[in-house]
């Protein structure tokens, strides 16, 4: 699956910060299949599409923070998990550890960040 195009699910509160990393992720060559502000949305998205990687802040809209919905999808088979988050706290990172994500990616997440994602990816698949 080396050339394959990937499908991403970014789930990010801050729309500006959400419309960055859908062009980066486009201009890497890849594609978003959905893009959501809270848990509850990435959930019901996973519904309908089967990303190849989540791409998922920590803080969120709505009941679910990020790391509970990474453990929610990772309990039905969900796809990988990456946290783009601002969070460096060493509770927070802990709780989100659990979780076994591919990655952390310190916002703002640019261009060469996730096309190590990508490889880092790719090279699981």
Same mark, same amino acid.
């Given at each position: ?7 991403? /699910?970014?789930? &990010? ?20 299949? @959905?893009?959501?502000?809270?848990? &509850? ?9 089967? !990303? ?7 803080? *969120?809209?709505? &009941? ?6 990474? %453990? *929610? ?7 990988? $998990?990456?946290?783009?988050? @601002? ?6 990172? @802990?709780? @989100?550890?659990?979780? %076994? !994500?591919?990655?952390? /990616?310190? =916002? !703002?997440?640019?261009?060469?960040? /996730? =096309?190590?994602? $990508?490889?880092? /990816? %790719?090279?699981?698949?």
């Amino acid at each position: 699956m080396t050339n394959a195009t990937l499908v991403f /699910l970014v789930v &990010e509160d801050e729309r500006i910060i959400s419309l960055a990393m859908e062009m980066h992720i486009r201009q890497l060559g890849h594609r978003v299949g @959905a893009s959501v502000a809270s848990g &509850e949305a990435a959930l019901a998205a996973l519904a309908s599409m089967r !990303p190849d990687l989540v791409l998922m802040d920590i803080h *969120l809209e709505g &009941e679910l923070d990020g790391i509970e919905t990474a %453990r *929610l999808m990772q309990e039905h088979g969900g796809p990988p $998990v990456a946290y783009a988050t @601002a969070y460096t706290d060493p509770d927070t990172r @802990a709780r @989100a550890q659990s979780t %076994r !994500p591919l990655a952390f /990616l310190p =916002k !703002p997440v640019g261009p060469a960040e /996730l =096309k190590a994602l $990508v490889q880092q /990816l %790719r090279s699981l698949l």
